[in-house]
């Protein structure tokens, strides 16, 4: 399965995805492409390093979000993307965008969704005084950080921590779940149930069934 990788920044989680790849963590997958919106992105030139294409598509002079994601559209199915992984993309995807890659994009968001979506949200969960925090990998749907969750993890939130303390601890976990739910969405070993994702064991089907609706 070719897999594309959308940035803005530092890239540590698209690192963390092209290494689970070359180590067969991913197993089945290829990163056909990394892309950015930001061509001063600085894991562009990281992707480029480990031999990955890294493509800055931009949205300069005028453009509208619709011609910026038509070029975006267009990189990906020229190289036959079927699975679009969002790692710290700054830009909300159009319904277009989404319904054109439905249930085929995932996102990390650093909180245990539905808390604290958007920007900051680790500045947002120590001024709400939350004692745990940690990341949530999610389909992307047409809400913000609101698509089904694929998995996620925990960190404690300490007296001490800052902002960016606590993004440091929830980066380390980022860096394992997102591999792990990737693996997971490209082997197709999951069911879903509305909003649930479970593993397809007949017993993690047997269960979420029971405890989903009444069968009673
Ligand atoms: C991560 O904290 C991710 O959860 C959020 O943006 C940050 C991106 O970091 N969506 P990086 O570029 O992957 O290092």
Known sequence: MKLAILISGRGSNMLALADA?????IAGAEVAVVISDRASAAG???AAARGIEALAIERHGGRTREEHEREM??????????????????????????AAYRGRILNIHPSLLPAFP???AQ????????????????FVDETLDGGPIITQHIVPVRDE?????????????????YPAAVALVVSGNYKVFGRRIVRKTLQGIKEAIENTFDVS
């Open 44 to 46: 562009l030139a990281l």
């Open 161 to 177: 921590d800052t902002a960016e303390i606590l993004a440091a601890r929830i980066l380390v976990e980022e860096h394992q779940a």
């Open 123 to 138: 500045q947002q969960a120590i001024a709400h005084g939350v004692k745990w925090s940690g990341c949530t990998v999610h």
């Open 118 to 120: 958007g920007l900051d």
């Open 21 to 25: 790849v070359r180590d067969g963590r």
């Open 73 to 98: 559209l267009e990189a990906l199915r020229t190289r036959g993307v079927e699975l679009v992984c969002l790692a710290g993309f700054m830009r909300l995807l159009s319904p277009q965008f989404v």
